[in-house]
């Protein structure tokens, strides 16, 4: 088991290393396009030079890519140019937001992925098997900016004034507001580390009110994720509906399912105990898979639905040509990507001998 | 010889398989679209295509108007942003005729989602084409040579892989500057390794067959293997991964678009059609609607008709 965890750690280095090299690449590929963003298109070539000089651009690619690994390693990922915030300030903000969107989005796929996958692939070819797979279909085809727009106006204008109604914008209602928890449990005087990982927890709204027993809060940061979390999650939710049905569906037609059958164990015993076990372990490494697809739609999701998360921060710098602030946020969710992806490798260790001895 | 295999056969009961398989072919080609079309899912895929092809080959004479025309001083009575008015339906005849509505710019809107149909299929098929191109090169190359260029090709691939598909298109489009091409391309770059993948499987499988070892015999010359031999195994992978690829890049590229990095205005593309009215939704929904709706069938259709063909020409699901 050890061997093996040691193995998949260091088959992760040198593509942490691509990684890097990439993003150092893509943020060097026009020459003198950093100087034209930040003295203007009319910026003349000795003014270019000397800010290339300035900024180092114009020593050898080999040192500035050492010099670019020493300040990823040290946490530098570059300045905004809009904002002057340091970009890695900038991350730790928006992150909780994204986080708390990604997991809701996640939880709702997979809950109801598994769910729908199950009572498909158990009553295989009945009505509810056939609208299944037909909205998985459907599911994986539909643009998560069409849907996002769609749900808001649904929700937001035709069911207005319904139970049903929900907010298609922000966080909390506008009038309420939550206390970082720092404030909240008198701890003021905090610093360093600690302080920053309370902040950073405060600032997933649900958490923070759930950790601070504000349940009118948390009712109302709740209400403001169903929408995004629904949009975010209906492509994974589809993916993981139909790999749950055909997993099953694989397992339920071996023998020894049979067998358990032949024993006079009821159906819901059989699925339960002899067919999930078996079936579960390509769903996991499918949901794993999806947290990918999750971080570039929450670019998208957050930007309809006025979300201050990552993803609105590079649709923001997008718009604004503000693209260190891209390229530094797209360089963090890669290695998060990469770094969840072993955990998700680990696990699947964990879960299934066979991989342990491969 | 043969005649008394035959007679074995006819001893066993068993049916005589040659000529009866001999009179059942009807060719590779043709017995593949023949299951192609038992699958549902294909054809309802095949028709919505069919539909998007037709659009976008006749949307000169199907639409009323050009996609960017502004109907302000062209037409009476027309205003902007207006909901659909269809005669028929019960619209006032003295407001003009226009089935989807109209723009913020005052432009037919069922104009616009018509052509938009002619940048979606060429963004599909312009995309996956350069690709799948440059895919299976690479694939072919690091299957056949193997060793020290398999493992280094692959690794580069690997880490292509490692980045959520979309976040790696925008930061290539923002390196290379805002255009529907430089998004292509992305996208394209972004789906290289999926066809090196499919490529380099299909390479690895027939590598040691016979048939190969005998075609090298007959001094076949490598490019000749590799293209002659081991590239025809790949057409039908390529195939399922293509179709269902085309679908991903509609997509993808139609959300660069809605995210400013793709098709400028005022060219007529689903996704920045909606990108540039999702400000009004609360007051003309028609207009997220009406290529909301295009995209998704657009999309439906590939990813329907990629899964009913993959359905088609997998042997287990045949029987």
């Known amino acids: 088991m050890a061997t093996y965890i040691l193995r998949r750690i260091l088959l992760t280095i040198p593509v942490l290393f691509g990684i890097l090299l990439l993003v150092f690449f893509l943020s060097r590929v026009l020459p003198g396009s950093q100087c034209y963003a930040l003295l203007g298109e009319h910026a003349t070539q000795a003014q270019c030079a000397a800010f290339d000089h300035a900024q180092g651009l114009d020593r050898p690619i080999p040192v500035q890519f050492?010099?670019?690994?020493?300040?990823?390693?040290?946490?530098?990922?570059?300045?905004?140019?809009?904002?002057?915030?340091?970009?890695?300030?900038?991350?730790?903000?928006?992150?909780?937001?994204?986080?708390?969107?990604?997991?809701?989005?996640?939880?709702?796929?997979?809950?109801?992925?598994?769910?729908?996958?199950?009572?498909?692939?158990?009553?295989?070819?009945?009505?509810?098997?056939?609208?299944?797979?037909?909205?998985?279909?459907?599911?994986?085809?539909?643009?998560?900016?069409?849907?996002?727009?769609l749900l808001a106006y649904v929700f937001a204008v035709m069911l207005k004034g319904t139970p049903f109604a929900l907010p298609p914008s922000g966080r909390l209602t506008p009038g309420v507001d939550i206390v970082p928890l720092a404030v909240r449990w008198g701890l003021t005087d905090l610093q360093g580390p600690p302080r920053a990982f309370l902040d950073f927890i405060s600032n997933i709204y649900t958490l923070n009110a759930l950790l601070s027993a504000q349940w009118a809060i948390f009712a109302d940061a709740f209400r403001h994720m169903i929408l995004p979390a629904i949009v975010l999650g209906t492509i994974p939710l589809a993916i993981i509906t139909r790999i749950t049905r055909s997993s099953l569906l694989d397992v339920l037609g071996l023998d020894y399912i049979r067998t358990a059958h032949a024993k006079g164990l009821t159906d819901r015993n059989v699925v339960r105990k002899h067919g999930l076990p078996n079936a579960i372990l390509p769903v996991v490494t499918i949901i794993g898979l999806q947290l990918g697809s999750l971080l570039g739609g929450a670019v998208l999701t957050e930007t309809i639905f006025?979300?201050?998360?990552?993803?609105?921060?590079?649709?923001?710098?997008?718009?604004?040509?503000?693209?260190s602030v891209v390229q530094g946020f797209v360089l963090v969710i890669a290695i998060g990507y990469l770094l969840l992806n072993l955990i998700v490798d680990i696990s699947y260790a964990f879960l299934d001998p066979r991989v342990r001895l491969t | 010889m043969t005649s008394s295999t035959v007679r074995a056969n006819e001893a066993l009961g068993e049916p005589i398989a040659a000529?009866?398989?001999?009179?059942?072919?009807?060719?590779?080609?043709?017995?593949?679209?023949?299951?192609?079309?038992?699958?549902?899912?294909?054809?309802?895929g095949l028709i919505l295509l069919g539909f998007l092809f037709l659009t976008a080959i006749f949307a000169d004479v199907i639409a009323p108007f050009p996609p960017d025309q502004v109907l302000i001083g062209v037409e009476q009575g027309v205003k902007k942003s207006s909901p659909p008015c269809i005669h028929l339906l019960g619209c006032p005849a003295e407001q003009p005729q226009h089935i989807f509505g109209t723009d913020s710019n005052v432009r037919d809107e069922f104009s616009r989602v018509v052509y938009g149909s002619r940048v979606s299929l060429f963004v599909g098929f312009a995309t996956v084409g350069v690709a799948i191109l440059i895919g299976t090169l690479i694939g072919l190359v690091a299957g056949y040579v193997g060793g020290w260029t398999d493992n280094v090709l692959m690794r580069l691939m690997d880490i292509l892989l490692v980045f959520p598909a979309l976040l790696l298109a925008i930061a290539i489009v923002t390196a290379l500057g805002a255009s529907l091409i430089n998004a292509q391309l992305a996208i394209a770059i972004v789906a290289i390794p999926i066809y090196a993948r499919v490529m380099r499987a299909s390479v690895l499988s027939v590598r040691e067959s016979d048939y190969l070892t005998a075609s090298r015999a007959l001094g076949e010359s490598s490019v000749g293997l590799l293209f002659r031999r081991i590239l025809p195994n790949a057409t039908t992978p390529l195939i399922v991964a293509g179709t269902l690829g085309i679908a991903g890049a509609v997509l993808d590229v139609a959300a660069l678009s809605f995210l400013g990095l793709g098709a400028q205005p005022p060219l007529a593309e689903w996704g920045s059609m909606i990108a540039l009215e999702s400000g009004r939704l609360f007051t003309a929904p028609h207009l997220i609607f009406f290529p909301g709706i295009a995209l998704v069938l657009t999309v439906f259709g590939f990813n329907l008709l990629g899964d009913g063909i993959r359905d088609a020409l997998d042997p287990r699901l045949n029987r």
């Open chain 1, 66 to 149: 050492a010099d670019y690994l020493g300040k990823v390693a040290t946490g530098d990922l570059g300045t905004s140019i809009r904002t002057s915030t340091p970009v890695t300030t900038l991350l730790i903000q928006r992150l909780p937001m994204t986080i708390e969107l990604a997991f809701y989005a996640l939880f709702f796929a997979t809950i109801g992925g598994v769910i729908l996958g199950i009572i498909s692939a158990y009553r295989r070819n009945s009505a509810v098997d056939v609208v299944t797979v037909a909205g998985a279909n459907i599911g994986v085809s539909i643009p998560i900016f069409v849907l996002g727009l």
């Open chain 2, 19 to 44: 000529p009866v398989a001999a009179r059942r072919s009807g060719g590779l080609w043709r017995d593949t679209l023949r299951n192609i079309l038992r699958q549902r899912n294909a054809v309802v």
């Open chain 1, 306 to 323: 006025n979300l201050a998360g990552v993803g609105r921060a590079v649709s923001e710098g997008i718009a604004a040509r503000d693209y």
